[in-house]
């Protein structure tokens, strides 16, 4: 009978989430302390021990909203990511490095560009065109795979480190990968930034994320950006959009 592991987050972990984007913003760019730089090396290695692929061929969506009396569709070859030099920051690729952003469905493709109602939208079907390494941020770490030993570790202490990486992972993708962050916040994105940097150099080509825009929508950020192609664009015409709000509570 397997024993069911209870980890609680300890302070020094907890407190780190929230202080990486605060080191990034306004002390160093490039480099966290090595505390910081623990958490992170925690995260990546826990999804790149349970990465996938992307077969080529798997379909998903751009879009790109059109301009005032722009009555025909951008071109496929307007569809793609802009080109380097000019990229302007996202929330994997920083500014002036291109990656090409998608979503696996229309709906969650066009939610993204945030369009307005009565606005046309072109929007672009692309195909992979071979399989890409890839890491899927809407799901917990490790979790179809036996734990692994290292020298003198019990099993116990293995669930335990492994309980702890989820936990680890879960925090900071809602931190960094599944936050709204303002227009206006040119720095929102660097944490995020910076892990997505880590994922390159563990052979990583795309991150798979969930819409902040769209419920149960799914976006992905390949690295490269000929990786796919753009197959035909149909233009969509806005025609309604929704807005949910809590009531102030009363005192």
Known sequence: MSSKVTIILPKEISDTFTGIGEHLKNKNRFSLPRNMEKIVTTFCESYVENKSVID?????????VHGVNQEV???NTEMGAPPSGIASAGRINPVGISYLYGAFA???AISEIRP??????????????R???????S?????SKSP??????SLEVVKERRALNQIISSVLTKHYFSAPAHNNDDHAYLASQYIAEKFK?????ALMYPSVLDDNGMNICFFSTDIAACENVNIRSIKSVIYEYDEPKKS
Not at 56 to 64: D, E, I, S, V
């Open 56 to 64: 080529k061929g798997t379909n998903f969506w751009r879009a790109r």
């Open 73 to 75: 569709c951008f071109k």
């Open 106 to 108: 229309e709906k969650t």
């Open 116 to 129: 307005w109602k009565g606005a046309n939208v072109s929007v672009g079907k692309f195909s992979t065109s």
């Open 131 to 137: 399989d890409v390494n890839v890491v899927d941020l």
């Open 139 to 143: 799901k917990s770490p490790n979790s």
């Open 148 to 153: 692994k030993l290292k020298p003198n570790e």
């Open 201 to 205: 150099a563990y052979g990583i080509e």
